[in-house]
């Protein structure tokens, strides 16, 4: 499944390079259907905020992001078809080698069609929108090089979510006073910059795990359990994304899985060093 982060990381590319030649091995585009007509072949497919249309063949993965995929009767595709925010209509005919994967995703395309407009508010939108594709791309990445911290802190959180929320406000109530602490040390502001780095780092490592766990739970609900690591944590993140849209519940849903996922990593941390005590004890 490494092969998804390879296709949402490329759309990274699509504000510099927003349009490829339609007669290409792989295809990517921004805003802009595709359409595969009969005669051709292509490799792979993927477009954001738009449509494709394949009556020819597609070697391997055709993946729409806010927008739908339309596969005519003389479609073949050689592996996935995969649609977010979108709808898979198949004709009668069509030929797909894999699996197929809708996940709909209520307002998506309309989101994502008006952050396209030349005005600010659309602008501003589409930067949220890039934004976005970065910060899950880049969580893609640690999630395929380093599985299984999350693993570990999303089970912490799952077994545990009372110790979570209490080390997370602990912890989070404790960074003003020891940064102030940090800073009149000799060394001083080096410390403090340490400390950001290191809070950065943790925000972020407890923000993924809590996505993955919100994710397996609605792979659970959609009958889909067996979804590998890192589509879990894109329905995850995908999830709180759009809930972060919503007045007043996106503000408090973002604290509580800040909370919880910086509880979390505190929570594993000291799990860790306790097991390695009682193995060094032992």
């Known amino acids: 499944m490494k092969k998804y982060f390879q296709l949402i990381a490329g ?42 249309t394949v009556n020819g063949a597609v070697q391997k993965d055709v993946v729409a992001i806010g927008g739908d995929v339309f596969l005519g009767p003389t479609a073949k595709v050689g ?15 069509a030929q797909v080698g894999d699996n197929e994967v809708e996940l709909t995703i209520p307002g998506l395309s309309s989101l994502i069609g008006f952050s396209t407009k030349t005005n600010w508010v659309g602008w501003a939108l589409a930067f949220k929108v890039l934004t ?11 999630v395929a090089i380093i599985p299984k911290p999350f693993d570990l802190i999303s089970t912490n959180v799952q077994q545990n979510s009372l110790k979570a929320i209490l080390l997370g406000i602990l912890g989070l109530a404790a960074l003003v006073p020891l940064g102030v602490f940090l800073a009149i040390t000799i060394i001083g502001l080096p410390l403090v910059a340490l400390e950001i780095f290191l809070v950065g780092i943790t925000f972020l490592v407890g923000y993924i795990a809590i996505a993955q766990l919100v994710g397996d739970k609605i792979a659970v609900l959609l009958k889909r359990p067996a979804l590998n690591a890192l589509w879990v944590t894109l329905l995850g993140l995908l999830t709180l994304w759009l809930i972060g849209w919503v007045p007043f519940l996106g503000s408090l849903v973002k604290a509580v899985v800040i909370v919880l996922g910086f509880g979390g990593v505190l929570a594993t941390l000291f799990n860790s060093r306790n097991r390695v005590g009682v193995e060094n004890a032992l």
């Open 132 to 142: 976005f594709i970065g910060f899950v791309a880049l969580a893609l990445v640690i």
């Open 79 to 93: 592996q996935e078809v995969v649609s977010i925010g979108g709808a898979i209509h198949k004709e009668s005919g």
């Open 11 to 52: 759309i990274l590319l699509l504000a510099l390079f927003p349009i490829c030649d339609a007669q290409a091995k792989d295809i990517v585009k921004f805003g802009s259907d595709v359409i595969i007509d009969e005669n051709m072949t292509v490799n792979e497919v993927v477009v954001f905020g738009a449509n494709i």
